[in-house]
């Protein structure tokens, strides 16, 4: 990561709020799920900590995303549900967490509204993947989604419009839809991506 981006990166975590203004949906019969947008900050810079999916799992089979899932009754708020998935799905304790902000909330093709809580942590702990739930847990370099070479668009049909859904080709991992996203998201919030 250069040290342009790094500046940027760190200006942009100073910036996300917990309580700014922010697009949340409200969408009859879609159920509300939270992720963690796990940022791991390193002396060179940041990756992200992403999820591949077992076969297992009830929706979004084998894809790359971030760990999360649906509220439970007993949560206390989004970024109660986004940390105890976290803990649920990679054994990532929230006394490692400092959540930085959420991003806008997302409404994907299955039936959900995903809402992003921002967090980092200062290394990666030792992880301990629920195998029901996760087949590997990898990190990516931020810089690499700033670049846009590693980056394609399509336009598809949603909801009666058009929406973009973007693909990034990492090694082996297709990183698209949903997860892209809020990538997406996360890189415009930090201020690092032009909309």
């Known amino acids: 990561m250069s040290s342009t981006l790094q500046s940027a990166l760190l200006r942009g975590l100073t910036h996300l709020s917990l309580t700014g203004e922010r697009d949340a949906l409200a969408i009859e019969g879609f159920r509300r799920a939270g992720v963690l ?5 390193r002396g060179r810079g940041a990756d992200l900590l992403f999820t591949r999916r077992t076969d297992h799992v009830e929706t979004h089979k084998g894809q790359i995303s971030f760990p999360g899932g649906m509220t439970d009754e007993g949560d206390t708020d989004i970024v109660h549900t986004a940390l105890r998935e976290a803990e649920e799905e990679l054994g990532i ?12 909330d997302i409404a994907v093709p299955s039936g959900f509204i995903i809402t992003p809580v921002v967090g980092t942590l ?17 990190t990516v370099p931020l810089a690499f989604f700033c670049n846009p ?12 419009g058009k929406r973009e859904v973007w ?29």
């Open 37 to 41: 947008v796990p940022l791991i900050l």
């Open 93 to 104: 304790a929230a006394k490692y967490v400092e959540i930085k902000g959420i991003l806008d």
């Open 122 to 138: 200062r290394a990666l702990p030792l992880l301990t993947p629920n195998p029901q739930e996760v087949a590997e847990a990898f």
């Open 149 to 160: 070479a590693n980056g394609r668009s399509e336009l598809r049909d949603y909801r009666g």
């Open 167 to 195: 693909f990034y080709q990492h090694g082996e991992h297709i990183i698209w839809g949903a997860t892209a996203m809020i990538v997406r998201l996360l890189l415009l919030n930090l201020g690092v991506l032009e909309s």
